[in-house]
């Protein structure tokens, strides 16, 4: 397993960006898939991104379509999540998850980070 560690997240206003960054501490990172999924209070956790190992391959949640990007540095062990045009709804934690494949199933990654909280006042 590698182990993952989420940064970036806060409180913002609608409209406002951040960048959540997630370091792995392995040097195989380029050979996982990474994915950034989300949970709010009361809910389940839910797909938010994932890119395949070498970059090529890149799903979003329809929810966050045209806002958010993904994307990784295999050299810096890094994979991150760009959010612009933040909604109230996007308040959740966020976790960065590395798996064998790219896919938007939750069960398909083993490894998660600890998660960090991105809170968006209307």
């Known amino acids: 397993q590698v182990q993952l560690v989420e940064s970036g997240g806060g409180l913002v206003q609608a409209g406002d960006s951040l960048r959540l960054s997630c370091a792995a501490s392995r040097r195989t990172f380029s050979t996982y898939a990474m994915g950034w999924f989300r949970q709010a209070p009361g809910k389940e956790r839910e797909f938010v991104a994932a890119i395949s190992r070498s970059g090529d391959t890149i799903y979003y949640a329809d929810s966050v379509k045209g806002r958010f990007t993904i994307s990784r540095g295999n050299v810096k062990n890094t994979v991150y999540l760009q959010m612009n045009s933040l909604k109230a709804e996007d308040t959740a934690v966020y976790y960065c998850?590395?798996?064998?494949?790219?896919?938007?199933?939750?069960?398909?990654?083993?490894?998660w980070g600890q998660g960090t909280q991105v809170t968006v006042s209307s």
């Open positions: 998850a590395a798996g064998p494949v790219v896919t938007t199933d939750v069960g398909a990654f083993g490894s």
